[in-house]
């Protein structure tokens, strides 16, 4: 087999075989088939596509392009969930013990943020001590023990994903369907869950801008884990504007906890209760979303939820007092109200320009070797749909540098538009879909 025939078949529209799919990722994972034969085939993929048997095959040749874990040796049903990336989506920070609570057990691999979007990582490094570089043993032990823990992306996992993903990028080859469902599925099949939940988000904010495309994209990943032997569901849900109120690490970690003592934000709130009701549906833990729902309602009422939060980080060599402390958290020097310089209704936030707001004041890396600031980010006190008088409050800046702030600041007010209309607000939950759909 060559690959040079192999590209030539693509760029032709003709069909890839599972050997020569598995022939091109197996090559390419060992340094045998060169980044410039690679680019050709991706770009000719990007023009052609995949169909559904080629995007399958894809798949399983990249999630076994490295370890697979085994998660046997926990017992019971383990359910994984995965977010395509947004802006203050400290998602997996509250659903996670939630969940858990429940008696349903999430073996979770996180990863940290890059660009715009934050990731659970560097949120959990704002309690001191906090370890995500745990060995296999100790995550199997942590998950079998109290029901949960989140562990930093290994290098092994899916090797083949990681190497044509950075081709991809510098190769204006990332944004098709089929490379990235594969994309992500990999890593996930790669992660051992026997059921996954995935947040496909959609909007400014996320990485799919038009709706159409969350869902697609949806189908696509759910139809990939189905046919992998994994119980499948997508929840797709909005990205233009920031999740809840908080924009940056340690002031997401306040978020999560916040909502796991049951007064968090509406939106986010509502996206921890539907993402877990899915997540116990698919462990059969209960037999409507009705049912399930009310498990969840329960735990955060009774304070098993944040109890259960609080063993994850003293598990994982974190300090658990600053749980029921988050005032212990790291803190910004300054933090300084953004004033509305118009009245009207708060009619469209550029979502991915809040995250940057963040990025610039040191809460995100612009490599991925940057240092970040926990401390820094932002509280929006107004959101989309909401009225706001000239001179009142928008949001509160935190920052630790006078300059960057400025700089943060002036692009944060040209994020927001605001209308003398309300405008229309489309639903927060667009849609889920089933395994069976
Ligand atoms: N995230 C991934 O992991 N892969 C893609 O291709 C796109 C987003």
Do not use: W
């Not at 400290?90 to 990731?119: D, E, Q």
């Not at 994850?312 to 310089?341: M, W, Y």
């Not at 009207?344 to 004041?361: A, K, P, R, T, W």
């Amino acid at each position: 087999m060559r690959m040079y025939d192999l590209i030539m078949k693509k760029r032709n529209g003709d069909t890839l075989s599972k050997e020569e799919i598995e022939f091109m990722v197996n090559g390419f994972t060992r340094g045998e088939i060169p980044d410039y034969q690679m680019s050709a085939m991706m770009m000719a993929v990007y023009f052609q596509g995949m169909n559904e048997e080629e995007t399958l095959y894809l798949t399983m040749a990249m999630a076994h392009s490295g370890d697979m874990l085994d998660l046997s040796g926990i017992s019971g049903v383990k359910v994984d969930k995965h977010s395509t990336g947004g802006v203050g989506d400290k998602t997996s920070l509250a659903l996670t013990p939630m969940v858990a609570a429940c008696g349903v057990k999430v073996a979770k691999m996180s990863g940290r943020g890059l660009g715009h979007t934050g990731g659970t990582i560097d949120k959990l490094e704002s309690f001191p001590g906090f370890s995500t570089e745990i060995d296999e043993q100790t995550f199997l032990d942590n998950v079998n023990r109290i029901g949960m823990a989140i562990m930093g992306q290994t290098a092994d996992l899916a090797p083949a994903d990681k190497k044509l993903y950075a081709l991809r990028d510098v190769t204006a080859t990332v944004d098709n369907m089929s490379l990235i469902a594969s994309s992500i599925m990999s890593k996930k099949l790669a992660s051992g869950a026997d059921a996954i939940v995935l947040d496909v988000k959609t909007g400014s904010g996320a990485f799919m801008k038009k709706e159409a495309d969350a869902f697609a994209l949806a189908q696509e990943m759910t139809k990939l884990g189905n046919n992998a032997g994994r119980k499948t569901y997508a929840v797709i849900s909005d990205m233009d504007q920031p999740l809840g109120a908080a924009v940056g690490n340690a002031l997401e970690v306040k978020e999560a906890i916040d909502t796991l003592q049951g007064h968090g934000p509406k939106d986010f709130t509502e996206l921890c209760l539907t993402l877990g009701s899915y997540m116990l549906l698919a462990a059969g833990a209960a037999n409507t979303c009705e049912e399930a729902r009310e498990q969840l309602i329960q735990a955060v009422e009774r304070g098993d939820a944040l109890a259960k939060f609080a063993e994850f980080v003293e598990a994982q060599g974190g300090d658990k007092t600053v749980v029921f402390h988050p005032e212990k958290l790291p803190r910004a020097a300054i933090a300084e109200e953004i004033l509305s310089e118009q009245e009207g209704y708060v009619s469209h936030i550029q979502c991915d320009e809040i995250g940057i707001c963040s990025l610039i004041l040191g809460g995100g890396r612009e490599t991925k070797d940057s240092e970040i600031d926990l401390s820094v980010g932002l509280l929006l006190r107004k959101k989309k749909g909401d009225f706001v008088k000239k001179g009142e409050c928008l949001a509160v800046i935190y920052a630790n540098d006078r300059e960057k702030l400025e700089i943060a600041k002036k692009r944060f007010l040209k994020a927001y538009t605001i209308t003398k209309e309300m405008g229309e607000i489309p639903p927060f939950i667009k849609g889920v879909i089933l395994p069976q759909s």
